[in-house]
């Protein structure tokens, strides 16, 4: 299996932590992140710390453009 996107629901300090981890591997572009997350706030912060990556607006969303979801 292929693993290309990854997807967060919650865009807390765990998945900003995770998504920065995974983009410091470098095997996958900003761009095949994407999260959820109902605090406008903490998505702003997760746009901010993981540049590139997408907000999506349902948790559905997140896990329709994902490979593997945390």
Same mark, same amino acid.
């Not at 290309?4 to 932590?17: H, I, K, L, T, Y």
């Not at 900003?30 to 999260?35: D, H, L, M």
């Given at each position: 299996?292929?693993v @290309?996107? #990854?997807? #967060? ?9 995770l !998504?920065?981890?995974?983009l ?8 095949? +992140? %994407?999260?959820h997350?109902? %605090? !406008?706030? !903490? ?7 993981? !540049?590139?990556?997408r907000?999506? @607006?349902t948790?559905?969303? %997140?896990?329709?453009?994902? @490979? +593997? %979801?945390?």
């Open positions: 299996m292929t @290309d996107r #990854f997807g #967060f629901v919650g865009a807390g300090q765990m998945a900003r932590a !998504a920065r981890g995974i410091k591997i470098g095997r996958i572009a900003s761009s095949s +992140i %994407v999260a997350d109902p %605090v !406008a706030a !903490a998505g702003q912060l997760f746009l901010e710390e993981v !540049a590139g990556a907000l999506v @607006d948790n559905r969303a %997140v896990v329709q453009q994902s @490979d +593997i %979801v945390f």
